[in-house]
């Protein structure tokens, strides 16, 4: 009976404070974004793209930018350097026929219209830098042309493809996020999604082999046949990334949730109907809880891929490889959280890996409160994750004599199941506790305070303890320095 008088007045709440405020205009708060624009042509027979790529740069900082850079993360797909993409647990199964390595290769990089020298700097390279021809101020934009060549590894990565699927995510160079008088060039990493960017605008067309069926970020805006093949045309205003997946096995199925088509791209799949309603609950669950998704388009793309799942903005990769139906409608689930944590509200996935996981591994937590006719509970979860946690920690503990549970940067961990145990699980606990001391409304409606006030933004670790502080009236500060520092001792 409790729960169920809770969860009248959450809903009523939310709807009351949905119905008075206005969606968001996309178009309209996007109008001082960057903009990247790309033509791709995308050979499937040779799983080889050329790109041609512009960028309208817009310097929002303060600063005034003499040089710009870009993450290029294909450089870390490179023979010499796969160990930074995949754990030495997981070769096996990202390389499945065997090793495989990506190419990418600038043919010309161009500042309005004047070809440019480059630079690469960093780890493999990973960071491309751009001189400009003069300084550029605040609020001022320049144009960039960047045409390159690059093909594929054969890896069930996020990167390169496997016997279903082309996975072009994270395959162009995307600007570094500039903060604290510098930009911020922090590596690829095997843990985690170890990435930053800022909100932007895509419009991007790619053209490809009329057998295929793609899935992609933003809108679809037009698709065409001719002789060359399928031309598909997209736009996405005011998302931090562009993922493209690609199959000749994809069927769709689609479904509303809100304002939103939630679509299902799939192959060989005897549950999906039941996979495309997990996404379409979660969509209407988290709009009720955290606050609108103001996106037209969300896919949910089975894809093959080494780990379970992986999120970008309107689309999120499902393992291929889950076979149990449960756990793959739960990996929807928290993947499709991931929309509000990291995809709306951002943050620096490789420093704070913890701010955008925890939370949305929470969220799934807190959507089986709301949503009857799954196989698993909250309660379950948690007592599950206890469990686990208490036994890890024991098994390091034997094995190590002590263990670093600090929730800390994906590349200050030294195995897979160790930054998965302190991040994803403690991280759960964590929640867990502050739910409990602050109760479900405060919990709640600091979700939606912090969705409100850093949506489109990059938060940080001080914006989500202000959240629950404010809403709650609570002083937190030392409850996340003590968890987050790995002082919480959990029996
Ligand atoms: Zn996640």
């Known amino acids: 009976m409790k729960k169920f008088a809770i969860f009248l007045l959450v809903f009523i709440s939310c709807f009351t404070l949905s119905s008075c405020k206005k969606k968001d205009n996309l178009e309209e708060l996007s109008a001082n974004l960057s903009t990247y624009s790309m033509q791709i ?11 041609k790529q512009t960028l309208n740069y817009i310097n929002n900082s303060d600063a005034i930018l003499r040089v710009l850079k870009f993450h290029v993360y294909p450089q870390f797909f490179k023979e010499g350097a796969v160990d930074k ?82 996975n072009m995510a994270n395959f162009y160079p995307i600007a570094c996020v500039y903060e604290n008088g510098q930009f911020n060039t922090e590596p690829y990493n095997a843990n985690g999604d170890p990435f930053y960017s800022d909100m932007a605008n895509y419009n991007v067309n790619l053209n490809i082999n009329k057998n295929y ?21 997209y736009k996405a205003n005011m998302v931090r990334d562009f993922a493209i997946v690609a199959s000749n096995k994809f069927e769709v199925i689609s479904a509303q949730a809100g304002d939103t088509t939630v679509n299902y ?28 998704y103001p996106y037209k388009t969300f ?11 992986m999120e970008y903005p309107n689309l999120i990769m499902i393992s291929a490889d889950i076979l149990d139906a449960d756990d793959y409608k739960n990996v929807i689930v928290h993947e499709t959280a991931h929309q509000w944590w990291y995809g709306m509200v951002g943050n620096n996935e490789y420093s704070l890996p913890w701010l955008d996981e925890a939370l949305t591994e929470y969220s799934s937590m807190l959507f089986y409160d709301y ?65 409990q001391i602050i109760g479900e409304k405060n919990f709640v409606n600091s979700l939606k305070f912090y969705f409100d006030n850093f949506k489109y933004k990059n938060a940080t670790k001080e914006n989500l303890i202000y959240a629950f502080e404010t809403t709650s009236k609570t002083e937190l500060k030392n409850f996340f320095d003590s968890w987050l520092n790995g002082k919480v001792v959990i029996k």
Do not use: W
């Not at 499937?44 to 790109?51: I, Y």
């Not at 993409?85 to 990202?94: F, I, L």
């Not at 960071?127 to 960047?146: A, G, T």
């Open 41 to 51: 042509e995308l050979n499937t027979q040779e799983k080889r793209a050329e790109v």
């Open 85 to 166: 993409v995949v754990g030495p647990t997981k070769m096996n199964d990202a390389y499945p026929n065997g090793m495989s390595y990506a190419s990418f290769d600038f043919s010309a990089v161009m500042v309005n219209n004047e070809s440019v020298d480059i630079v690469f700097s960093g780890e493999n390279n990973g960071i491309l830098e751009v001189e400009l021809p003069y300084s550029l101020m605040p609020n001022k934009s320049i144009n960039l042309q960047f045409n390159y060549s690059l093909t594929l590894p054969n890896a069930e990565h996020r990167f390169g493809y496997g016997e279903n699927t082309i």
């Open 213 to 233: 069926v793609v899935a992609a970020t933003g809108e679809l805006v037009a698709k065409t046949e001719d002789a060359e093949g399928m031309r598909y045309e």
């Open 265 to 292: 791209f799939y192959f060989n799949d005897d549950n999906k109907d039941a996979n495309l309603k997990a996404g379409v609950d979660a969509i209407n669950t988290f709009n009720k809880l955290f606050g609108t």
């Open 299 to 309: 896919n949910i793309v089975k894809t093959d891929f080494i780990y379970g799942g």
């Open 371 to 435: 949503n009857e006719g799954y196989n698993f509970t909250h309660g379950q979860m948690i007592a599950a994750s206890k469990e686990n946690y208490t036994l890890f920690i024991s098994v390091y503990n034997d094995v190590l004599g002590e263990i670093d549970t600090s929730m800390r940067a994906v590349n200050e961990y030294s195995t897979e199941p160790e930054y998965t145990y302190c991040i994803y699980v403690k991280g759960v606990l964590m929640y867990e506790s502050l739910y």
